[in-house]
C-alpha cells in the first residue's frame, strides 16, 4: 500500500528554520515526482516545491529560501525550510505522482497520492 508520512513540523520564532521529512513506503521514488504543499487556515491549498529526477522547482513565495532534496535510497523527500515567516505558517504535505516526463516538475499536475500533513507555526 502506497504511503507517504510527513513529520518534522513545529512551532519556531520568525528568522529560524525548520526541516521537513516525507518518508515514503509501499513504493520506490525512482519514478515519482514528489511535491509539496502548503495549506493555511481559510486559504487554499498552495504549492510550495517540488522535485524530479531533472532536480528541484520552486515556487516564487519560497525561492531562496527552501531547499528540497530527496534520497531514494532511504525513500524520503526532505524541505529544508530557512528564514522563515509568519506567512510560513500552515499544514505541510507532500504528495506523489508517478510519470516519465523528464523535464522540470510543476506543483499544479495531479498529485495521486498525499501525505496526511504537518503543522508548522512561525510565530514569535
Known amino acids: 500500500q502506497l504511503q507517504l508520512v510527513e513529520s518534522g513540523g513545529g512551532l519556531v520564532q520568525p528568522g529560524g528554520s525548520l526541516r521537513l521529512s516525507c518518508a515514503a513506503s509501499?513504493?520506490?521514488?525512482?519514478?515519482?515526482?514528489i511535491g509539496w504543499f502548503r495549506q493555511a487556515p481559510g486559504k487554499e491549498r498552495e504549492g510550495v516545491s517540488c522535485?524530479?529526477?531533472?532536480?528541484?522547482m520552486y515556487e516564487d513565495s519560497v525561492k531562496g529560501r527552501f531547499t528540497i532534496s530527496r534520497d531514494n535510497a532511504r525513500k524520503t523527500v526532505y524541505l529544508q525550510m530557512n528564514s522563515l515567516k509568519p506567512e510560513d505558517t500552515a499544514v505541510y504535505y507532500c504528495?506523489?505522482?508517478?510519470?516519465?516526463?523528464?523535464?522540470?516538475?510543476?506543483?499544479?499536475?495531479?498529485?495521486?497520492?498525499w501525505g496526511q500533513g504537518t503543522q508548522v507555526t512561525v510565530s514569535s
Open positions: 504528495a506523489a505522482v508517478v510519470t516519465t516526463f523528464r523535464g522540470v516538475c510543476r506543483t499544479d499536475w495531479s498529485y495521486a497520492y
Open positions: 522535485i524530479s529526477s531533472s532536480g528541484p
Open positions: 509501499g513504493f520506490t521514488l525512482d519514478y515519482y515526482v
